[in-house]
């Protein structure tokens, strides 16, 4: 088979000007093509951009890996943060300890319930929170605050809050005077929301009793083998998880939630690849002459249907370019500008304030070669009937 002749006749084919039917035929192939492929790389792109989104949440709002302590020994834990510190592809070993309660200020005696975040004013902490604001605060204790949380109790930088915390061990309420000094975004809803972080001795003595270590890495990515590491050399004293277990059905969901909509969103490509075939059928009517008189010149079956499946595979493949450029930049224009945004109620719902549409070089070669498979398909039975013409009858026709 001569390749070259194959592809100039299906090129020729392609762009003929002599039928009007033709055109729209093929130019109404080229668009639903075109918009088939787009939709689902927008798709993609917001799957894989809430999953990443999120992932970058879940880590920076705590850590790569926590260790809680079971024994309850804090020498112990002390020699643990010591022992892990070590280890290659460590951060930071910080000791945390987490409270219940609520805060108020005057104007809003009601408040709003939160959660306590000790850390040591020294150590790195996940989440990229700025502890040394915390520094210095005298006899009131300095306090971050969440940026939504800011906004729904409309405090002023250095004013002073009151916060009630649950001593669940003693079963009594501690009150306690704190002072607002920065606020911090991290784009999760629930950290910005609820989220009030103070130095851990003060979360202790309200209570805050479950002190565990976080450990942050270089590559969150890749945790399982640091976190075997981990439970290997702090032993049965320490429980330890991952991000990727304890978020380990969250995840799952998405990854089907994500082939499902991939699999939905194909008959889209389908139905698309349809009116190919449709441009096939006009095409082999428009052009019976043609193909009388190429049979009669010796072109084979096998070359003529190879010309018209290269055909239909041209049409197909300029138009899943074209939805791949589509897609790629309604998701750059999405993601940019931020288009797609939470309010509040809903944030607190799907984790995260905005959606980045991220597109994946691997997505895109799926969702190509998945448009490509179904042309050809949809393309091979017009192929057939066409490299089947009786060449007599076809000269005939007029």
């Known amino acids: 088979m001569n390749p070259s002749l194959v592809g100039s006749l299906a090129w020729r084919y392609v762009r003929g000007r002599r039928s009007f039917q033709l055109r729209g035929v093929a130019r109404a192939a080229l668009v639903s093509s075109s918009l088939g492929v787009a939709t689902m790389v927008v798709a993609?792109?917001?799957?894989?951009?809430y999953s990443e989104d999120l992932q970058d949440k879940l880590i920076g709002g705590s850590a790569a890996i926590v260790a809680?302590?079971?024994?309850?020994d804090l020498e112990r834990v002390a020699l643990g943060m010591t022992e892990l510190a070590s280890l290659p592809g460590v951060v930071s070993v910080a000791e945390v300890a987490y409270g219940q309660g609520s805060v108020s200020r005057v104007e809003q005696p009601k408040g709003y319930e939160v959660t306590l975040r000790g850390v040591d004013l020294e150590?790195?902490?996940p989440g990229r929170l700025d502890t040394r604001a915390l520094i210095g605060g005298g006899d009131v204790p300095g306090a971050l605050l969440g940026a939504e949380l800011v906004r729904r109790l409309g405090v002023e930088k250095g004013e002073v809050l009151r916060l009630v915390s649950v001593d669940l061990e003693d079963l009594r309420f501690r009150y306690r005077r704190i002072r607002y000094v920065e606020s911090f975004e991290t784009g999760f809803a629930e950290a910005d929301s609820g989220?009030?972080?103070?130095?851990?001795?003060?979360?202790e003595e309200l209570g805050g009793k479950s002190s565990l270590l976080e450990i942050s890495l270089e590559d969150p990515s890749d945790t399982e083998a640091t976190a075997a590491q981990v439970r290997t050399l702090l032993g049965d004293d320490f429980l330890v998880t991952d991000w990727r277990q304890y978020n380990r059905e969250l995840f799952t969901a998405l990854r089907l939630q994500k082939l499902a909509l991939f699999l939905v969103l194909g008959l889209i490509v389908v139905v698309a690849t349809f009116n190919v075939a449709s441009t096939l059928v006009v095409l082999t009517r428009e052009r019976r002459r043609e193909i009388g008189v190429l049979t009669a010149m010796g072109l084979d079956r096998g070359r003529l249907q190879a010309v018209f499946v290269s055909c239909g595979v041209l049409i197909g493949g300029v138009g899943s370019l074209i939805g791949v450029s589509l897609g790629w930049s309604v998701a750059w224009l999405l993601t940019t500008f931020e288009l797609v945004r939470f309010d509040p109620g809903v944030a607190a719902i799907y984790f995260i304030n905005s959606v980045p549409f991220r597109v994946h070089t691997d997505d895109v070669l799926a969702i190509l070669g998945f448009s490509l498979a179904t042309t050809l398909v949809a393309c091979w039975l017009p192929a057939r009937r066409a490299s089947r013409l009786d060449p007599t009858e076809a000269l005939r026709y007029d």
């Open 195 to 203: 989220w009030v972080v103070l130095e851990r001795v003060v979360v």
């Open 68 to 72: 809680y302590p079971i024994s309850g």
């Open 123 to 125: 150590a790195v902490t």
């Open 44 to 49: 993609m792109a917001l799957m894989s951009g």
